[in-house]
């Protein structure tokens, strides 16, 4: 590979994209380049927030494959039976797990921010986030809910397995692959919260007092674990000889299912559908990217930063071509 087309690269992610923590490239399903930064090393754990969503969605396949959910067009509601719909409300008993996944789910807030605060405040994420789902708006219309909304996703996998998303996620998918997430995180204080996001060397996965795994954040992960996730889904479910998830699943919550029509971004189920390929994309510039067409999986930690440059358009733009041709 080019030498100096790495320095280049190298000296605008410090000039740059200053946030990066480690850069991963697979081609070919070999490593090609490993590179650490903001005093980053192998050994540093990232909160790669929004990631912890595709991570969900290939849960939600391994529990499909084995049986302990029938089908994406189960309703909600039906994983719950003791939970109390409120009067007149109609909306909700017709949310199934696909629009969940597809992000085409309505809820009854309208202010972000403020349901924000009072969630992080909640013991029990997923009745908070039951409660808000439905209102008037319409299933089908896609509506991106970064925080409040998947932990519905969690809630049903505790209840159809009977552990907690991290021992699932443990057993079925994270020890084969070789990434060991250590611990739930419980957080007492917002000055907790805060000190988690900023931190570089906890392992593990947030979870509220009753042991609900955050869905839509809270993960902290490796770019060689985000680059190990990216080769299993672009060897179509395959690890070491081995069916983690199943093809199936792959090619289907890969595939278009929705679309943001105001950013012009096409989902699947909890990936962001790009050319030739998909990607997990977090807060801050963390980032699973897959090219199918190409072979080549990248992999991005980065240090929580507003508003961050876009990252697929610098993957493509500047770390893609220097391994798209690489040969062993």
Known sequence: MNKEKLKELESKINNEYGNIAGVVVLKDGEMRYEKYFNECTADSRIHVYSVSKSIISILIGIAIDKGYIKSVNQKVLD??????????????????????????????????????????????????????????????????????????????????????????????????????????????????????????????????????????????????????????????????????????????????????????????????IVDDGFAAIGDGGNVIYVNKKKNIVISITALFKQNVTDRIEFIKEYIEPIFENCIS
Do not use: C
């Open 79 to 272: 994983f719950f039976p003791d939970y109390i719909v409120k009067k007149g409300e109609k909306t909700i008993q017709n949310v199934t797990i696909k629009d969940l996944l597809t992000m085409t789910t309505p809820y009854k807030y309208k202010f972000a921010p403020y349901t924000y605060i009072k969630y992080f405040m909640s013991d029990n994420w997923l009745k908070f986030t039951l409660d808000l789902l439905g209102g008037k708006g319409q299933i089908g219309q896609f509506r991106y809910t970064p925080i409040v909304g998947p932990d519905i996703l969690s809630g049903i996998l505790m209840k159809v397995t009977g552990q907690t998303v991290l021992e699932f996620a443990t057993d079925h998918l994270f020890s084969p692959l070789g990434i060991i997430v250590e611990r739930n995180i419980f957080f007492r204080t917002a000055k907790e919260q805060s000190a988690f996001n900023k931190a570089t060397n906890i392992s593990g996965w947030v979870a509220d007092a009753s042991g609900l795994n955050s869905a839509g954040w809270g993960l902290t992960l490796s770019p060689v674990d985000m680059a190990s996730i990216g080769k299993l889904l672009l060897d179509d479910g395959v690890w070491n000889g081995k069916q983690i998830v199943s093809t199936e699943w792959i090619k289907e919550s890969t595939k278009e299912h929705s679309r943001w029509e105001k950013a012009n971004l096409l989902y699947g189920y909890l990936w962001w």
